[in-house]
């Protein structure tokens, strides 16, 4: 593994494969979340892994900036060629964004639990509205002066499992101080301002699909619906997984990675 910071974004990387991959982790989470997968996968991939702004190592998130617009502009400075894309609830759909907008960058996407919730709004119309109603909620925190009261909530429906108060003071303070970004991409999960959902269709590398069996119910039918969407779409399922899958069940992640990027080019 080494470490690699560039003056805004701190970069990982994990493996010693020939093939070129990028990892692209959640929010609150940080690039070492892929430690795992990249162990499992480090004969075949070599991993770069950013993390976002407010991040890991990153630089402090700048009130304003849309988060995921930044990470694409930092992705393409960093990238010489194509990469396989592996990406986690928001990076998820980061991942699905760079494969739309520069398609010649990307030869699969393995992607566990991508926010991708609209759509599900044709299969399961009322989960849509149970995550909408959530997260404003989530938002009224925030906006009223409570980033705590806002990221616990938003933890306790998409954390590990963890109760609140298990979590020691220096997390529930880093997550606090993280909660902006989480704001501030709904406009790219909720509104969708980078015209993602209208465009799944120009997606035609190779592509799983990823869910937990115990996730929020949401995540079945949003990933249902982003499988049928894109051109060469494929649904797995990882039982005893949750949202945070990626990490507890690296392993089984991985095998679907490594299954998917069998198929690209």
């Known amino acids: ?5 560039d003056g805004k974004t701190y ?11 990028l990892a ?9 979340a892929f430690r795992g997968i990249g162990a499992e996968l480090g004969d075949l991939l070599t991993i770069q892994a950013p993390d976002m702004p407010g991040h890991g190592r990153s630089d402090a998130y700048q009130a304003g900036t849309l988060a995921g617009q930044f990470m694409l502009d930092a992705i393409l400075e960093k990238l010489d060629g194509p990469v ?13 964004r760079l494969a739309i907008e520069r398609p010649e960058m990307v030869r699969s996407l393995s992607l566990f639990e991508p926010v991708t919730m609209l759509a599900a709004k044709d299969r399961a119309p009322e989960e849509v509205a149970k995550n909408d ?22 933890v306790e429906e998409w954390g590990d499992g963890t109760p609140w108060e298990q979590l020691n003071a220096e997390t529930r303070a880093t997550f606090a101080r993280q909660v902006p970004v989480v704001v501030a991409s709904q406009k790219d999960v909720l509104e969708d301002i ?15 699909v990823m869910d937990g069996a115990l996730s929020p119910p949401i995540m079945k039918p949003a990933c249902d619906g982003l499988a049928a969407m894109v051109k060469n779409g494929r649904r797995a399922t990882i039982a005893g997984a949750g ?19 069998g198929a690209a080019a």
């Open 243 to 261: 949202h945070m899958g990626a990490i507890t069940h690296a392993r089984a992640v991985a095998a679907e990675v490594r299954q998917t990027i």
């Open 133 to 154: 109603a959530h997260m404003s909620k989530v938002i009224a925190l925030y906006e009223a002066g409570d980033p705590e009261g806002a990221v616990r909530m938003f």
């Open 11 to 21: 970069w990982r990387r994990l493996g010693e494969g020939a093939r070129p991959a």
């Open 84 to 96: 396989d894309v592996i990406g986690h609830s928001y990076g998820g759909l980061l991942g699905l």
């Open 24 to 32: 692209l982790h959640c929010n609150l989470g940080h690039s070492g």
């Open 1 to 5: 593994m080494s470490l690699d910071f």
């Open 194 to 208: 980078g015209q993602v959902m209208p465009r799944l269709g120009q997606v035609a590398v190779p592509c799983v």
